[in-house]
């Protein structure tokens, strides 16, 4: 009556032995550690520099404990103690120099046999490393959203050939201004159709004649909103790669808010200086034929002019219409001039950038051309009364004046940089991509990884306690069966360690009370069955029909507690955030696991004490 067939036990002992080796690297703890990665694909972590870093650190004295290369573009160098990591990441920093990002990190220390497996993640509240909270600016994306629609408006008139006086910002909409009522009639049956779901336009009188008045669609608002979100989210995960982080957490919060989460990270300054910043470069052709001298004293710019400040203070006049913007650069890496071994940008263009510049660049050669770095930092202040105020610095400088030798086209560099850091900074902002509205901080958490090693004690300690009271109380009450439950509930641990190793999923505080909470749910499952089966024993079924019925009666009780709990878990991962999704996620995997080891695993148990030819008379239970 109470026999499994050979392929159930094969199973069983396939996730068995699956779980125990998958599990097996989380009981090695994690070192300290430097990671090297390459800032671009002409500087290979190769031999050559994993020997430079082997020799650098040997001549200042530093113990390496292990040196790891990954696919020629990152190295993993351990250490003993995390002062040996500090002093070990500054010297290879200065030996590297700009073509290498260097940054603290905590590896696992397993063997080499088993590094094709890797730990579960720990989260920040158990790892240590640095929180932001960052507010998307809407109101900027917005308004670059009008800009970008007044330079389309005029392009499409000029296109269509329909005479106007001009296109004015007025607070949130535009106003484009016509001689007659014709003409706005007729850009208005063109217009309309190009921009249909974009744009509402109303007819307007003005001083000076026939306008229309362009607003912006709410449809078009919370489309551009979701973008410059979605688009943020994008260009913050792309800087936090070139930083060197491993295991970043970047997820949206609400609807103009997102979260950063950098584990490992023990200096927040570098973080938050690429994080919040908004970087782009415009090329200008400048204005030689005017004195800018005078032009600054008096206050009176040339048309057709504007007036910059080159970085040694001098000023400078550039034309109004730019050659070239960011906006078209799709690598960026930093690098030494050839020439005077000054530190400089090598920019590379796509396609239509390319074009435009090329035709650009062509039509002006032998004059000079000027590089402007413009930056964008949004400050927050605190106030005495809880509200928050923000003020967005923007900041335009002449980084570099050059005669064009020759056309220009895809490939270029650019120097005036004051050092390799400075250089290298300028290359990971352009890399990533420019923000599609500034974000600015307003939480800033800084967790230590004392303060993570204590966490990662005392929710150790919970599991375990809470793990050896649910053994003896069950070993004490139901014996022999206990005994069997208790083997399942190790097994269920060991399962629940090795699926969140498998699946690469974030172990936060949160997800180890997810589970304590699924070893109490695991054995609630086996006291179901246990009580079922004395309850049969009581009504006067033999042993072997008391364990039949009392696991196939159970069965459907179980299986209703635990759907409804694994419903409850998907909506909380769906609906939920950050810790929240850490919890969902522990408690879902635990109430699978639970339901096979103490469904499946301890009846194979039970079956191998007192099924097949056994009669036994009396269960210890």
Known sequence: MNRYPMWKYIIIIVVMLGGLILALPNIYPSQPAVQVTSSSPDFPLDASVLQKIKDTLTEKGIPVEDTQSIDNSKALIRFDTPDTQLAAADAIKTSLGSKYNTALNLAPATPGWLRSLKPMNLGLDLRGGVHFLMEVDMESAIDKSLTRHSEEFRTFLREKKISYLGVKRVTDHLIIQFKTTELRDQARQEIKGEYRNEIDFEDEETAKGAALKATLTQTNINNTKRF???????????????????EPIIQQQGLERI??????????SVAKEILGTTATLEFRLVDEGNDPYSAQASGRIPVG??????????????KSRVMLTGDYITDASSGFDQRDQRPSVTIVLDGKGAKLFAKSTGANVQKLMGVVFIEHKTVVTKQDDGTFTKNTKVSK??????????????????????????AYNLALLLRAGALA??????????IGPSLGAD???????SVVIGFVLVLIFMAFYYRVFGLVA????????????????????????????????TVGMAVDANVLIYERIKEELRNGLTPQAAIQSGYEKAFSTIADANITTLIAAVVLYGMGTGPIKGFAITLAIGIVSSMFTAIMGTRAVINLIYGGSKRPKKLHI
């Open 437 to 446: 509205a500034p974000v600015y901080i307003v939480e800033e958490r800084t």
């Open 397 to 422: 400088e002449v980084i570099n004046v050059a005669r064009i030798q020759e056309q220009l086209s895809k490939r270029f560099q650019i120097t005036g940089l004051d050092t390799p850091q400075e």
């Open 305 to 318: 002019d504007k007036l910059f400040v080159e970085r040694n203070g001098n000023p400078i006049l550039l």
């Open 486 to 517: 208790n083997l399942a509930l190790t097994l269920n641990l060991i399962l629940i360690v090795a699926a969140l190793s498998m699946l690469q999923a974030t172990l936060t505080l949160p997800g180890i009370a997810g589970i304590v909470l």
């Open 228 to 246: 410059a979100l979605q688009q943020n989210i994008t260009t913050l995960r792309k800087r936090v790669n070139e930083l060197g982080v491993s």
């Open 455 to 461: 966490n990662i004690s005392a929710g150790f300690k």
């Open 259 to 268: 979260v950063v989460q950098l584990p490992g990270v023990q200096d927040p």
